[in-house]
Each structure stands twice: as structure tokens, then as C-alpha cells.
């Protein structure tokens, strides 16, 4: 398996802009998660999907901030405008969860740059 | 709430010697798991280790082992043989099994040639 693969690797984008984010988890995993990673407040769960229904966005900051899961294999994180705050290390990450709990599987990440 | 807390910004080990991070946290559930998460350069974060805690015995993956402390709250790593591809920064993380994990604030590691 591929893992979970982010795009784009870096995005560079004036303020005000949209910016997309996308993600494709590893097939069969039932859970998807957008983490956001920054140096003031390290890593923040900001929305949970279960079978591509979202269960937990209460960690989105605001109401820039949308996600979609259209199917098992893909999904957006899509920031509207965008603020120089948004500036982070945005990473999905997927888990299959049956018995216990086996961890993440994360992807390398988007670092989003607003200017 | 529950709570992760690793005390070390930073640790230095030197090449082929043995360094332990620590990582304390705590919860009031009864079942839950622990993790030891890497984060290399290439910023992808890569699951080490997990301990389960109803499990007394001490997880282990290689060069990579646990000292897991129920009692005291404590979950530290230990990693043996120590090698310059271990440099990274290293989080400990604690869920419940539900969704959602608690992630400390990380230690980075630098292995020294």
C-alpha cells in the first residue's frame, strides 16, 4: 500500500485566497483525520470522519474552514479566505478500528504558507 | 481531561549509546493505549511503539522499547544502539480507543556522530 498521500507537498498562497488540501487514506481504513501542526500549539485534531461521515469537527477553527469526505478514498480540507494564520503543517491521517487501537497512519503533510 | 506531558524540549545521544525520553499523562479511564510517535525531518510522523494498558509487559520493537509505569503514569522510550537516522522529534500520544488522541509537545533527539 501507497500510504496516505497528501497534496500538495507545500502550497504558497496570497491571503484571502482558497486553498485546497487533499488526501487519500489507505483503502479499507474506516476512520480519516485532519490534524494541523504548528510550534505555538503542536498538534490539533481539527475534524474526524468515520465511514466518510463527520463525526467531530468541534477542533475547526472557524467558519473558513470546511472538510469533505465524497467517498472512502478521498477527501478535501478547504480553507475560505485563507489568513496568514493559517500558516501550518496540515497532515491527514487514517486508522482502521476494530479491536483496540492500532494508531494512526499518517502522510507526510501539506506546509501551508499564507502571505 | 486527560493529559500528556514530555519535560525534555531536547536530548542529545551519542551515536550507538542508549537515551530514554519520558512522557508522563494522565486519564481516568480505565483502558486506554499509549503510543510513541517520530517525526524525522522528512516530517512524516511514523508510529514507533504502542502499549497497551491493560498489559503489564513492556512493549518492544527492535532497538525501541518501553518502560511503562501504570501506577506512576509514566510511558517512556527507550531506544538502544542509538543511530543518526534515529534524529527526529520524538511524541507520545494517549487515547481512551475512542477517535481521539493527546499528543505531547514533543522532544527532538539529535544524534551525535
Known amino acids: 500500500d501507497a500510504g496516505v498521500i497528501q497534496s500538495p507537498r507545500h502550497e504558497v498562497t496570497e491571503m484571502g485566497q482558497e486553498v485546497t488540501l487533499r488526501c487519500k487514506p489507505i483503502?479499507?481504513?474506516?476512520?480519516l483525520f485532519w490534524y494541523r501542526q504548528t510550534m505555538m500549539r503542536g498538534l490539533e485534531l481539527l475534524i474526524y470522519?468515520?465511514?466518510?461521515?463527520?463525526?467531530?469537527d468541534s477542533g475547526m477553527p472557524e467558519d473558513r474552514f470546511s472538510a469533505k469526505m465524497p467517498n472512502a478514498s478521498f477527501s478535501t480540507l478547504k480553507i475560505q479566505p485563507s489568513e496568514p494564520r493559517d500558516s501550518a503543517v496540515y497532515f491527514c491521517?487514517?486508522?482502521?478500528?476494530?479491536?483496540?487501537?492500532?494508531?494512526?497512519?499518517f502522510g507526510s503533510g501539506t506546509r501551508l504558507t499564507v502571505v | 481531561a486527560q493529559t500528556v506531558t514530555q519535560s525534555q524540549p531536547e536530548m542529545s545521544v551519542q551515536e550507538a549509546e542508549t537515551v530514554t525520553l519520558s512522557c508522563t499523562y494522565d486519564?481516568?479511564?480505565?483502558?486506554?493505549?499509549l503510543f510513541w510517535y517520530k517525526q524525522p525531518p522528512s516530517r512524516q510522523m511514523i508510529l514507533v511503539i504502542r502499549?497497551?494498558?491493560?498489559?503489564?509487559q513492556n512493549a518492544t520493537e527492535n532497538r525501541f522499547s518501553v518502560n511503562f509505569q501504570k501506577a506512576a503514569k509514566s510511558f517512556s522510550l527507550k531506544i538502544s544502539d542509538s543511530q543518526l537516522g534515529d534524529a527526529a522529534m520524538y511524541f507520545c500520544?494517549?487515547?481512551?480507543?475512542?477517535?481521539?488522541?493527546?499528543f505531547g509537545t514533543g522532544t527532538r533527539l539529535k544524534v551525535l556522530a
Open positions: 470522519f468515520n465511514n466518510n461521515v463527520p463525526i467531530d
Open positions: 500520544a494517549l487515547t481512551s480507543g475512542t477517535y481521539k488522541y493527546i
Open positions: 491521517a487514517s486508522s482502521l478500528h476494530i479491536q483496540g487501537d492500532y494508531g494512526y497512519t
Open positions: 483503502s479499507g481504513h474506516n476512520s
Open positions: 502499549q497497551e494498558a491493560y498489559k503489564q
Open positions: 486519564t481516568s479511564e480505565s483502558d486506554y493505549y
